[in-house]
């Protein structure tokens, strides 16, 4: 089976390794020059958009800013999963907000914001600290701003007129206010539903992020109704969505509440941990959740955290001397901030998993590798046997 | 850094896969077409033997079958792991016995026959039953004799003369005949070796072959003293043959005793298991002996059992319903009795991996999957909870 994957980015490069056991064949459209490549090899096929979605079994995608006529493309062709609905509530913030409410999921308060007076009417109707997102094209951490105070107002809209001003897109571009949440920690779910309607999800996450980008996500045994409380919302969201594919929702957790903070359709950073730590993948789970394959089971094999590298070609070889722990790069040159790979480590229980994490720590810059010592620090106090 | 494997099936195409997130990039050489290929996408590179080896960083191989002047090109280089010595080893059965005697380790007694007096004197030396096997070419049944009474001597030696001088060899081709063992069990140990001298071996597997192929691996949580007793011959064979890179040992087991049957300087098809139930896969830890980085943890993550797809090229997708089930297809087109691709499925523990095991076959045709329910239904006798 052939599946065209829109994106050729570390997403589509991990799915075609899951998918090449399955005998599922996985080619991505790279969006910046137009040309359908193998995302491994990098081996460039002569085709053209519309000839490789028109040979495709399946046609799918590794992220949401896709440009909305290449999505139209993909959705006539009858075998777009997830669809373009979906794809485009995760890439406008607008209608991500508007598909949390209709799903009846909490999440934060907001307005949308387009010009000066309704900047104004955001702060009166939500209160302050407010958090501005730009609807479109925000991700890790960029097009965001925080206003704590009233006298700060003034110059965080110059900030954002500039912004909107300055942005180039095809489409309308705004800004969603939104009310600022004390949250406890973060959390994410990432699971699959199929063509059925069937669902399965993962154990959640614990998530750190430094910068607005993510550091180090945390898979252990969840308290089981919180997990709960994470299921009904994922099938909630993905029911509305009629969505096909792997979907992972972005939770604040405050006290035992979940609050939805963003979705992202299509496998997740968050989720990497599953290529070491689950009984499937997200990136075989995805593509069977496409392909039309039985979903894989979701199940917590061992405790596992994953550190993102950032900006960084080269770590250390003795973490390879760690058991357990798993090196993946995704053949990228360097760039400063850019995901440049994944190290993945599990324990047979938590306290295991400290002492890996610590010893992984230790290997790792800190200059390079902002945070990651401290969580695991904390982490291990929590875990670690005396 | 790149790496080529003298070889290009699905060895090789596994080594991709497991190397791509190391950044390893993987190219095989193809002994039948003569072309350098990708072994997972079969994308051909315009490169011929002699430039790819001086491009790559590393050579290796997935096979012990390999042309005697191939094999010279890739050790005048310099870069060729495991050397041609331990490569000639395992593709010739006299140079195998000769090793397993230098090495020290237990092996059936031989003879090595090229005629007819050689032949029964090797009846008179070794008694009866004998096994009887090609020196050259012999794999997975082919060239084999059993010869159990003087009566059928003249009638066997009859059908090797024929088979010796139909045979098409570059090298002599000889017989080597073996005291027939009545084991108990046959088991194997693949393990690594890096050109420090340092080992790591997995738990040894228990394999059941159904006429001379393996059919069925089983990775359980080994005893510790038999467990011993095989790395130990493990260390002796891989430190004569100055090893690099993963090495399997078959064993017959008789009582308590291990004797080695063959040799394999590769990943072995007994080590597949790896890829769900060890914390490091086989694949991997070779490309790590290979290419100098650090050997990967061959702990037993779970409980796991491999079974082989032999002849076809399709089996139910209810398969990927049992948890931990995975399929591993070789993207191979469909011959008799040719290997398509094998099924891990793990459990926690032996039990719950005998409930899976027992799921597992019964999904399975048993006229294309002979003796797999069977196994299945001993091994659930001996493990599963009542």
Redesign the interface.
């Known amino acids: 089976m052939n599946i065209l994957v829109m994106g050729a980015g570390q997403l589509a ?1 991990m799915m075609a ?1 899951a998918g ?4 599922l064949k996985v080619t991505a459209y790279d969006v910046n020059s137009d040309k359908i490549v ?1 995302p ?2 990098n ?1 460039v096929f002569a085709l053209d958009l519309a000839n490789a979605v028109a040979q495709a079994d399946v046609v799918t995608s590794e992220f949401e800013h896709i440009p909305y006529p290449v999505q139209e493309v993909c959705q006539q062709s009858g075998k777009f999963f997830p669809n373009s609905t979906a794809i485009k509530a995760g890439g406008d913030r607008r209608q991500e907000k508007q598909l949390l409410d209709a799903a009846g999921v909490a999440n934060a308060g907001y307005r949308i914001i387009t010009n000066e007076s309704e900047f104004y009417a955001a702060i009166s109707a939500l209160g302050l600290p407010l958090v501005l997102k730009s609807a479109l094209a925000g991700y890790d951490g960029k097009g965001q701003w925080r206003l704590k105070t009233a006298e700060d107002a003034a110059a965080t809209w110059t900030d954002i007129a500039a912004f909107m001003a300055g942005a180039e897109h095809t489409l309308p571009q705004a800004i969603v206010a939104e009310q600022f949440i004390r949250f406890d920690r973060e959390v994410s779910l990432v699971g699959a539903r199929n063509a059925k309607g069937e669902t399965v999800v993962y154990p959640l996450t614990e998530n750190h992020h430094v910068n607005g980008v993510l550091s180090v996500s945390m898979a252990l045994p969840a308290p089981e109704d919180l997990q709960q409380q994470a299921k009904q919302m994922f099938d909630a969201v993905a029911a509305k969505l009629d969505y096909v594919g792997v979907l992972a929702l972005e939770f604040f957790q405050v006290g035992d509440q979940l609050l939805v903070n963003e979705i992202a359709p299509r496998v997740h950073n968050s989720g990497h941990w599953t290529q070491q730590g689950a ?2 993948c997200q990136f075989e789970n995805h593509l ?1 959740a496409v392909a039309g ?2 979903l ?2 979701t ?1 917590l ?2 405790p596992t955290v994953m550190v993102n590298i950032l900006g960084e070609d080269h770590v250390d ?2 973490v ?2 760690i ?2 722990c ?4 995704y ?1 990228k040159s360097k760039r400063p901030g850019r995901k440049m ?1 994944h190290i993945n480590v ?1 324990g047979q229980d938590n306290a295991q998993l400290a002492d890996r994490f610590l010893a992984l720590a230790a290997l790792l810059p800190t200059d390079k590798f902002l945070e990651v010592a401290d969580v695991a620090k904390v982490f291990a106090a929590r875990h670690q046997q005396s």
């Open positions: 490069r390794l090449a056991p399955l005998n193998d491994v090899s081996q009984d499937t069977r394959l039985p894989g089971s199940a094999v061992r070889a003795a390879l001397n058991p357990s798993h090196l993946h790069w053949g790979g599990c």
